[in-house]
């Protein structure tokens, strides 16, 4: 439906905004919390979020994931790059090596309301033992994020000790579709996994939180180009959503380039 | 009483409606929680919140109990299935293993009241490490669901640690009556524990109980559909008020057929 | 004073209620909780609330401690009694078998004032390694309480490991003198402790408790009816304003006739 | 300034109405709830807060120190003897032998407003392993106080294991002059400290604490009257503002008599 | 823009006070705290806060750090200095010797508003045992001070026994870059970050934290003048903002003297 004047009328959710035609192209950047800058070597420039918030918006991509101080001081830029905004909610250093992960929530979802955030992300790491502790606050913030019109997305990441004792990676298929599905007993909307490694079994990680939207996550940047483009076509093939990349766009020599790549896959 | 236009004028209580002629059958689907997807892979349909639903209308069940995200996710096909829901308000991963169970209250009390929840539940591992964590969680629930006009039920299953050293194991009468007698100083209205293997031991279990009504949990499924049956059957002759099972309906090859076997039972 | 129809026009403050002529004798029946129902075997009646409230009003008590559930569920009958309602606040199982103990409060004092309490009890473990937290607990309590116009009564019950390193035993004079002036700073009006003995040494305890008033607390059943009868009367004795018991009237064959005998000694 | 009937028309300030003419002297009486009834062994008396609250007013002091308890049973009492009363928010018994020291805020400061209370005290175990939760509490209290118009106490008194592992020892110059400071930069009015020993060392710690006032505790009863007096000399001598003083007072044959030598020592 | 009395009409921001012309001068105080009393031996007048509110005004200093209780002790005398305050909200004594470091927050920000404070200060351990911690407790100084216009400064010291198992010290560079970065991810305006040792590696701690501006933190006093002196000249040279700097300062013979130095080439 559009209006006399010619523009749509129609309003636009913030899954539909974050997720256009089903899809999702998203660009991480919290790695200078959860990796420090030791990621930015490779491109000294993707030090800077100004040159990131570039790249998400040059690129095409329908979400960039930042954390709260970034998203506070470059609040003129990402409004005007018009990329969705999606806020960080937890993150730790990796100069802490502790007994098993747990990333705590730092701001409240009302803080980065006034942001501009279309979604809100929080990492849980199912099988730690500080798992309780995360299942808690990403149930909260669900329901907070909801009430507030906010996307909730979780990087669901089973991991930790109790795994490593029952002889479980993070990449095991059961591994993935039990994290998959506590995002969705948790009501994610959509869930950030790892891939599992082929089509047939990441299948029914999607099927395990259907209705959840389910997108891969990047990881560190593959040898080549190639290696990458092969993973995306595999998993949207296995029905997910798309993609949430981060070093595998902004540690390339030419991240616009490479994003069109994915572009295409994504929204062929 | 009934008004000129033939229908019930009286209002049903919450409990009531789980309990209709002081029975209760509900259906659990909290298990892709606590077990994650592997309990699917008997069933595969079992996976899709949408198939349970309809086995909890079509089965007859008096009670749907699911966690928050599909309840949300889900709330109008619950609505018009006319099952009541059960929200279960904590939850934990088998993936990790603590010293003592403990499963943590994830969402509040008036977070479920807007998707429609005529009950909501919580497991207490009477007995546990972290037994006052829970009997507190618990005890403000009750309050809360009682203020709201909610049932409160709850899941009493003694465990942990202290019992193994005791050479107790969580159907002995005297522990799984201790826990159903938990719920009522508590204030629970439904108490769901395990069956202590006979008649006679059970009933004592509902008289410590009483007046909090007792429901026997359903548990993996057995290896015969007659098995299970037999359990129902001794359940309600000891006073139980009914059960609540998952995947010994679910797992099924006809679910609804095996519904219609207990429904008999139960409501006979 | 008297109005013209008769009646005293006094009112009754909650203290006076529960200690009518300075003297209390307390009916207490939070053994469900405490130690399950094993202490219901010896007189399987005393696993029926309705029961216990009818000694309470047949034994002519000025208390009944019950735990919040029960209080719930026979609100009508315990009001038409007319026995002061007495909250426990805290409770424990003895499933769990911890380091040191420690029973947390499980209901606010808000959450019982609509139940008709004259009066919240909570038990003090002094010296347990969750001291502080019981502490705090009751030291909110007794604010709360006071604000509301409810009786604080603690349970001061000195225990735990630090105590035996010190070759310390709970009935142990100083020990037992030490929980019930604990119970005084932190603002109890009445203080349910442990019989120390004879008559001297408890004079002691209720010469450091003064003003807050001292009741015995009645323990397990003792082996003649003449046993218990004799501790009343040493306490009486020694300046104590009454006992709060439970097993020892309960789970004898004639619990009426033996709450007669217990009146005669307190209220002679 | 006098008005016309002849009565000061000044407003007394809560702290010059316990360091009148710029001192104090202050009697303790929290013993009951840190070392229990032992401390009243010496002189029975002492274990009414009755015969105390008349040594504070006949004795001459400036500053009566109770927990809520007692300051709420005898609110009347304590009004009437017109000695500023001083509510020691925190303690602990010594029947528990924790790790480290550790006594919590026990009532809030809105909690004794109503209780007529001129200031409110508080003991900093700096060094012990609960130090952060101890200047967390202690902040918070000075921030109330002030706002409620209250005079804030700081119990200073640094130990725990770490100073026993760096050989310290709770009246080393150095111990005492540091917590003197933190009571500074946290706030406080007036800081309680132990003796160091020698004139010269214990004005380092006046001046580390300035302007924050400082007064001697007064620890367990010396030996001879003479020891105690002579203390109390040299802190004066070395600037100090008063003491505060418990056992030294009321575990005397004749503790008006030691009060009166005490403060012709101050307020000389 | 002047307004016709001359004067400028131009509203100073916070950032603006605290960094005229981009640079900041600031001086701390909180050492009495974090240190105690022995780091005010080598010039025992640096005992008195008068002393050190004299020196920032006199030394030109665009800050100065303290803990609350003396801002309050001294309000009047830093407002008349015009001096901009900076709050630390959080601080430990070395006195204890824990396990990682933790300084926990011991003031709200709105407890220091009143008190006219320009910016608060807070301390990060990046890396520590308690990291989360402290990050959950910045993030939320952050907010809070931003909502309140208030200027927030992190001192980012990386530390612990992670850190010493990775054979990390704390000046290496990558470790100074990570903690001022995480300074930026949660939105510090400025931090405080210990020297790396020469100015290209300095020079990417600034790019890191980039739009966040880096101080140095000044440290124990240097043996000679001009070992300080040269590393002010390298910081600002590598793109800092300036200093932050206390015993650098007030340990001299000629505090006002050293200060005049330093101004000379952050201002020049």
Not at 100 to 105: E, F, I, K, V
Not at 237 to 244: D, E, Q, S, T
Request: net charge positive; glycine share 10%; proline share 5%.
């Amino acid at each position: 439906m559009k209006g006399w004047f010619g523009r749509s009328l129609r309003y636009k959710t913030p899954l539909e905004k974050i997720m256009p035609s089903g899809r999702a192209m998203i660009l991480a950047y919290d790695q200078g919390f959860e990796h420090g800058p030791r990621d930015f070597k490779e491109n000294p420039r993707s030090a800077d979020p100004l040159e990131i918030i570039r790249i998400a918006k040059e690129g095409g991509f329908t979400g960039l994931v930042v954390h709260r101080g970034i998203a506070e001081k470059y609040k003129q830029e990402i409004l005007k790059s018009e990329v969705p905004l999606i806020l960080k909610l937890n993150g730790k250093s990796e100069l802490y090596t502790g007994d098993d992960p747990y990333a705590p929530q730092l701001y409240a979802v009302e803080d980065v309301i006034s942001l501009g955030a279309t979604a809100v992300g929080y990492t849980v790491y199912t099988g730690s033992k500080y798992e309780n502790e995360m299942n808690q606050e990403f149930a909260r913030i669900v329901v907070e994020a909801h009430r507030a019109g906010l996307v909730a997305i979780g990087w669901m990441y089973p991991r930790g000790k109790s795994l490593r004792k029952k002889m479980l990676n993070d990449e095991d298929p059961t591994v993935v579709a039990y994290g998959a599905r506590i995002g969705l007993e948790l009501g994610a909307d959509i869930v950030k996994v790892k891939y599992t490694g082929n089509v047939e079994s990441f299948r029914w990680v999607v099927k395990c939180a259907h209705p959840t939207k389910v997108v891969m996550s990047g990881g560190p940047r593959t040898k080549t180009e190639e290696q990458f483009l092969a993973q995306v076509k595999e998993v949207m093939k296995a029905g997910a959503a798309g993609i949430a990349v981060g070093r595998n766009v902004w540690q390339r020599e030419d991240p616009l380039e490479f994003s069109k790549k994915i572009r295409e896959i994504i929204f062929k």
